[in-house]
């Protein structure tokens, strides 16, 4: 388990190592330029991306810090010129931290916008010493740099194929077909069987992460993510019902192994497989009937959204 998370595919290990790499040069940045508070940088930069958002929605929320921290500067230089002490700083502190959790689910820019100025003014408030013009600047700037090394370590780090989503879901397709032996036979508790389900478990979450990363890009790969987004939820919609098959057959312990023959017995098997390899290569498929009807649906949602590469299908 441990072993398939650090995998470079999946999507958390890129995440990490994105987060990691634009904090280390966004702070290595504020100190060579010498700013004061050069973690504003890095902070700056782990925001745009601890989310593991894809390029469009990584880029609007880079604007919208970048916006809303210079619109929240002037404000700061306003309540700042006042010189707000005692239960009135206390107010605008307060006012400031509720206008911006109003906004801070809805839009970022916004709650960014009221955030700024209540951090400056805390600052300022513990040391009388600071320079509040040179405050203002050095937030400005980290931000910037923040923001601009965030979305350069996305941008390099960004799959741009536009055969990333497809691929996924070949792979889950595979993961797939590994569990089946398992589940006929009724033997999912082995430590062979957990590794196929931890797989497939782990393919049908990345499913979806990847295809968001792809849609989220631009040109060709966001029109090929949406193509196959109907055969991405028919794809999940399997691995999932082939997990909740052995999770019943698990708990129902000596008695799970028949309910795993009746489910799936071995000719049955081998026609999903078929017909699973038969998605794979791109072509319609015969629609495997039984009495338990089990993962029927699931294939024929498959069949309907991938595009085959012939117009006829076959039922037996």
Not at 223 to 233: F, K, L, Q, Y
Request: net charge neutral; charged share 15%; proline share 3%.
């Amino acid at each position: 388990m441990i072993a398939i998370s650090f995998a470079w595919a999946v999507q958390p290990p890129r995440i990490a190592l994105r987060v990691g790499t634009a904090a280390l040069i966004a702070g290595s940045v504020g100190v060579f330029t010498g700013l004061e508070r050069s973690y504003w940088a890095a902070a700056a930069a782990v925001l745009i991306l601890h989310q593991g958002f894809n390029w469009v929605r990584a880029s609007q929320r880079g604007l919208e810090r970048t916006f809303g921290t210079i619109l929240g500067l002037i404000v700061a230089a306003i309540v700042s010129w006042l010189h707000p002490r005692g239960v009135a700083l206390v107010g605008c502190i307060a006012a400031l931290q509720l206008a911006g959790q109003l906004f801070v689910v809805s839009n970022h820019a916004f709650a960014v916008f009221f955030f700024t100025p209540m951090a400056l003014l805390m600052a300022t408030a513990v040391s009388v010493s600071s320079d509040v013009s040179q405050l203002l600047v050095a937030r400005g700037l980290d931000t910037l740099i923040g923001c601009g090394v965030g979305l350069a370590v996305l941008l390099a780090t960004y799959r741009t194929d536009s055969a990333t989503a497809r691929n996924a879901l070949w792979e889950t397709l595979v993961a797939a077909k590994s569990v089946l032996p398992f589940l006929s036979r009724g033997e999912v508790t082995s430590a062979e069987a957990r590794v196929t389900r931890r797989r497939l478990r782990s393919n049908a979450f990345d499913l979806i992460l990847l295809y968001e990363e792809q849609a989220g890009g631009t040109g060709r790969a966001r029109g090929e993510a949406d193509r196959i987004w109907p055969a991405i939820v028919a794809a999940q919609r399997l691995a999932f019902r082939i997990l909740a098959a052995c999770w019943e057959i698990e708990a129902a312990g000596d008695a799970g192994k028949a309910h795993g023959h009746l489910l799936l017995a071995a000719d049955r098997e081998q026609a999903i497989v078929q017909a699973l390899d038969s998605l794979q290569a791109g072509h319609a498929t015969a629609i495997p009937r039984s009495v338990s009807n089990f993962l029927v649906p699931e294939i024929v949602a498959l069949n309907e959204s991938l595009p085959p590469e012939v117009d006829c299908v076959q039922h037996c």
